[in-house]
């Protein structure tokens, strides 16, 4: 621990400290609620595209149970284009999809089945929700990050810096008020003295 000058003007400065300190303190803390906030909004998010995704799988087992056959399907749909834009959340940049451009390959209507269409629409659907939930599970990381690092500066200023800096300010104050009663023990002396000359 580094020695602290025990004057009023460390005072004055170690009291400025610590009101500045307890004025910041809860601007953070709330940036860390409004953090886990939007943490939970993500996390509900991931669980709807999530539910989606396994909506997929039984509606093609289901409607489209000819997917057995021997029909090549390679190619049909394909993933053109996403772009990304950042959305700016309590100073922390997210990722969010702005546009999915899915490629659907030309086919033959008389060549293919007419359930094709069905699968090619599920195919795109399958796709963009994939996307969608890699972006949002990046958002969800991004703000656990981030509010675990708000978390780490909330309690550094409660059980760190506030304590050690009221425990310098009592020290200050042990030591100016030994030296005050010092200095008036010692002119009482030095008056006894000279009464006594």
Do not use: H
């Amino acid at each position: 621990m580094a020695t602290i000058a025990l004057s009023k003007a460390n005072l004055t400065d170690q009291v400025r400290q610590l009101r500045a300190c307890r004025n910041f303190l809860p601007s953070l803390d709330l940036k860390r609620q409004q953090l886990l906030l939007e943490q939970r909004k993500a996390r509900l998010q991931l669980a709807e595209v999530e539910q989606q995704r396994n909506a997929l799988k039984p509606t093609i087992e289901k409607q489209l149970p000819m997917l057995g056959d021997e029909i090549d399907l390679n190619g049909l749909v394909k993933l053109k284009d996403v772009q990304f834009v950042e959305e700016n959340v309590m100073g922390i940049m997210l990722p969010k999809v702005d546009r999915i451009a899915v490629q659907i390959a030309e086919y033959s209507f008389l060549a293919k089945p007419p359930w094709v269409d069905q699968v090619v629409q599920l195919l795109k659907e399958a796709i963009e929700v994939t996307i969608r939930r890699q972006v949002i599970e990046r958002r969800v990381e991004l703000l656990a990050k981030a509010a675990r690092t708000v978390s780490q500066r909330v309690n550094l200023f409660e059980k760190v810096l506030i304590p050690r800096i009221q425990d310098n300010i009592k020290r200050i104050r042990l030591a100016m008020a030994d030296s005050e009663r010092a200095s008036i023990v010692s002119a009482k002396i030095a008056k006894g003295k000279k009464a006594a000359a």
